[in-house]
C-alpha cells in the first residue's frame, strides 16, 4: 500500500505542531520562575512599589543633624489571621543616617502554633529606596506557640540622600499566615 504524500506531510506538521507547543510550555514556565526575580530587580532599580532594601546593609557614615524626617509605622493583618500586630512607636522623627530601633508587638490569639510573615512596605514609593533595614522580623518568618507573644525588632536609618521633598516615610507591614515549615521554631 502506498503512502500518501499528503498524509505524510500532515503528519510532519503535527509533529512540529506538537514540538512548538511543547517549546512554548516550556518558554512560559521558564519566564514565570524569572518573574519574581526581575520584579524585585526592577522595584529595587526604580523604587516602584515601596520595596525596601532587602537585607542587612551598611549604616552611612554620616548623620544630617540639620535635618529631621518623620516615620510613621503602621500594621495590618491579612484577614483570617487571629494575631494581634502593632508598633510599639507609631510616629518617630530621625535624622537622616541615625540607626534606630523600634519593636513591633504580636500575639498568637489561636490555640495552636501558626507561622506569620510580615511583607514591608513604604510610602511615597520614591522614598522606599532611602529606608534601608538592618535588622526586620520581616527577613524571617516568625512562628508563635499557641497564645504566645513575641517583640519584633526592627533596627532601620533613613539614607541622607534621600530627597530634600520628602519629610514624611511611611512603613507599613501586613502579616499574612505563612505555612509552617520543618525549621521553624516555636517562640
Not at 7 to 32: D, E, I
Not at 84 to 89: D, G, M, R
Not at 98 to 125: C, D, F, H, K, W
Amino acid at each position: 500500500m502506498a503512502r500518501h504524500p499528503e498524509s505524510s506531510q500532515a503528519a510532519r506538521g503535527k509533529r512540529r505542531s506538537t514540538w512548538s507547543l511543547v517549546a512554548m510550555a516550556v518558554a512560559m514556565f521558564g519566564f514565570a520562575f524569572a518573574l519574581v526575580p526581575l520584579y524585585d530587580v526592577f522595584c529595587d532599580i526604580t523604587g516602584i512599589n515601596g520595596k525596601t532594601a532587602d537585607g542587612p546593609t551598611a549604616e552611612s557614615a554620616r548623620v544630617d543633624i540639620q535635618r529631621e524626617v518623620t516615620v510613621e509605622f503602621v500594621a495590618y493583618i491579612s484577614p483570617g489571621m487571629e494575631w494581634t500586630f502593632e508598633p510599639e512607636v507609631r510616629r518617630l522623627v530621625v535624622h537622616p543616617g541615625e540607626t534606630r530601633t523600634i519593636n513591633y508587638s504580636a500575639r498568637n490569639l489561636t490555640s495552636e502554633a501558626t507561622v506569620g510573615q510580615a511583607v514591608p512596605s513604604v510610602t511615597p514609593g520614591t522614598g522606599a529606596r532611602y529606608f534601608n533595614k538592618i535588622e526586620c522580623f520581616c527577613f524571617n518568618r516568625q512562628p508563635l506557640a499557641a497564645g504566645a507573644s513575641a517583640q519584633l525588632p526592627l533596627v532601620f536609618y533613613v539614607d541622607p540622600e534621600l530627597p530634600d521633598d520628602i519629610h514624611t516615610l511611611t512603613l507599613a507591614y501586613t502579616l499574612f499566615n505563612a505555612p509552617p515549615t520543618e525549621t521553624a521554631q516555636t517562640q
